[in-house]
């Protein structure tokens, strides 16, 4: 697998891997967060669902003030109802605006039948206010009462249900909850101890054997409330030890002081120095320090859940800005990896399989980092600086044999091929002319009285006459017709395949250049020369070379013999055929 494809694949797997991870845990952090966020809205509907609970309550104590009130009631008590109720619809109303918003649970609170509840328990109390003191019956008094009651164990059921959606986002808050929830309760069947009294306050009765009972029921659940509120040692707040201790001192002190006064008055037969209306207005200011217990432990956990939520917060940020943080570090890797490490080792790569295609025209080095790919690629430069003087040495060999071999070939005087070289050609041009059933001719020429040229003019005269002469015939020749030097004064040519006649022809042409052209020596001293020309062809079956020499000889005998100047053709009788 090749490198780029190899680091392609891993950094995706990586991606992957790195992506998958940072995604669960930034997910897990935003899901904690999210839920978070649902408890804090979870806790806000529990605090408007306590609120109505206890505004609910509160209207009680205007509602038994009216009910125990004259005929024309007193106008300043049924303000204090209105109002009463209106607090109500308030409270009820903000909880039902809460409720709008989604919290993702169940809403434990049907607002619809507490609402019409609420309407037919009001109802009933204006009806029985209407009528006159003496209509209001104890059993009619008691009804109305009832339906008072029953509307708070409504709100309590959401108040229960949204402390326990409150607790599942945040389980520290717990016990400052429930305490709160107690709070709400103990506020409630306060005010119910009060409102038992209510008949027996309107109608000027002793209390009836059922309000004793239930009189005591409700001190036993109110006792039992407070137990729960503050064990010994569990660590709450000097605040709330204080709230805690008001609401013994006022609510459970002053409120069930009053309280006692009624019942002690109802048992003794005495006329209550009180009705319903001062009953409230006595007792209700006892259940405040209740309702400021209830926010001082509200606060408690308010101040838990907003910590948490902050902490919830702080850990997605966290995450987010992790996750941020660890993929840009991969990216920059990534990229560092691949500018530092692959792109140079396949620069290198490329670099060895230029040197070893013999391609040596770029440098690979152009780096000076100091690591070990500059290493290696200062090596792979110094190798190519070394194979580059090989190739010139190899170059320079190459070029030295080739001038030997031109130089074994080439007649040191002449520059034309020697009589070795002439052999080798020849021999390879008559096979050649053998195979192709050509015929092939040689001319041999001899300078005439050249000894006398060396006697008269001294040898080096007789070296500018054969280097002339050499150059006379060179330029009658065409390419690929061979000329050579014999052996001293003695030359021999060999055209291209023709006959003898041709080649008679050719040699009388090269007679005639040579007797033409005037030598200039190097004294200033001009002499013309001639040459015998013995000419010796090889058709059909073809002749050795040396038995065509030796004919091309012997007819160049002839024409020395004849008088010299003049071109001989060999007889067949002086050849011989090839082995
Ligand atoms: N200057 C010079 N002379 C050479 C060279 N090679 C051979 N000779 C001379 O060439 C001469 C040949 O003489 P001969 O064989 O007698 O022939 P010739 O004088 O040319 O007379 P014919 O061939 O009969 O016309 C000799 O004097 C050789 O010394 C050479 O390379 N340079």
């Known amino acids: ?36 966020n649902t408890g804090l809205q979870a806790l806000r509907l529990m605090q408007r669902a306590m609120v109505a609970a206890e505004k609910l309550s509160f209207e009680r104590g205007p509602v038994n003030a009216v009910l125990g009130d004259r005929q024309p009631g007193d106008p300043a008590r049924q303000e204090r109802l209105v109002r009463a109720r209106a607090a109500t619809d308030l409270a009820l109303m903000q909880l039902e605006r809460e409720l709008q918003a989604d919290i993702g649970a169940p809403h434990p609170v049907e607002m619809a039948p507490l609402y019409r509840t609420l309407a037919a328990a009001r109802s009933t109390v204006d009806q029985l206010a209407a009528l006159p003191p003496a209509a209001r019956t104890a059993e009619r008094l008691g009804g109305a009462v009832s339906q008072m009651f029953a509307l708070v164990p409504q709100a309590l059921d959401a108040v229960t249900g949204y402390t326990l959606a409150s607790e599942r986002a945040y389980p520290r808050i717990s016990r400052p909850l429930i305490k709160a929830r107690y709070a709400v309760e103990l506020r409630e069947y306060a005010g119910r101890l009060g409102s038992v009294l209510t008949v027996a306050l309107a109608t000027r009765q002793p209390l009836s054997a059922a309000d004793y009972e239930q009189l005591q029921a409700l001190r036993g659940r109110i006792a039992q409330l407070r137990q729960q509120m503050l064990t010994p040692g569990d660590g709450s707040s000097p605040e709330l030890v204080a709230a805690i201790a008001r609401v013994d001192d006022v609510s459970l002190g002053a ?29 209700v200011p006892t259940m405040t320090p209740i309702l400021a217990l209830r926010d001082e432990l509200l606060r408690e956990a308010q101040e838990q859940a907003w910590s948490d939520h902050e902490h919830a917060r702080y850990e997605l940020l966290i995450a987010s800005l992790s996750g941020v943080a660890i993929l840009l570090a991969l990216t920059l890797l990534i990229l560092i990896v691949r500018r530092r490490v692959v792109v140079p080792v396949l620069r290198a790569t490329r670099a060895v399989i230029r040197l070893g295609n013999g391609d040596y025209s770029r440098d690979p080095s152009g780096s000076s980092r100091q690591d070990e790919i500059g290493d290696m690629l ?4 110094t190798l190519r600086t070394n194979s580059i003087e090989k190739q010139q040495l190899e170059l320079e060999r190459q070029r030295l044999i080739e001038e030997l071999r031109l130089r074994a070939d080439t007649d040191y005087l002449t520059g034309i091929l020697n009589r070795r070289a002439f052999t080798t050609a020849g021999n390879k041009r008559l096979r050649r002319a053998f195979d192709r059933k050509e015929s092939l001719a040689v001319v ?6 050249f000894k006398s040229v060396n006697d008269t003019y001294g040898h080096e005269a007789g070296d500018q006459v054969l280097i002339r002469v050499a150059a006379v015939v060179r330029d009658q020749l065409r390419d690929g017709e061979i000329l050579a030097r014999h052996g001293g004064e003695e030359f021999v040519v060999m055209p291209m395949h023709c006959s003898q006649q041709q080649a008679c022809m050719l040699a009388e042409r090269l007679r005639k250049a040579i007797a033409e052209e005037p030598l200039t020596l190097a004294d200033g001293h001009i002499l013309r020369v001639t040459a015998s020309f013995g000419v010796a062809s090889a058709g059909g079956p073809a002749a050795a070379l040396d038995d065509l020499l030796h004919a091309a000889d012997q007819a160049l005998y002839r024409a020395k013999h004849k008088g010299r100047n003049l071109v001989e053709g060999a007889t067949q009788d002086g050849l011989t055929s090839p082995a």
Request: glycine letters at 6%; proline letters at 0%.
């Open 444 to 449: 041999l020429f001899d300078i005439d009285h």
């Open 1 to 36: 697998m090749k490198l780029t494809r190899l680091l392609t694949l891993s950094t995706a797997m990586l991606a992957v891997l790195v992506l998958g991870m940072l995604g669960h845990i930034t997910r897990d952090a935003w899901l904690h967060y999210e839920h978070t």
């Open 378 to 381: 200062r090596a792979l430069s």
């Open 255 to 283: 409120g069930k002081q009053l309280v006692a006064e009624i019942e002690q008055a109802s048992r003794e037969g005495r006329d209550y120095d009180m009705d319903t209306g001062q009953f409230a207005l006595r007792y």
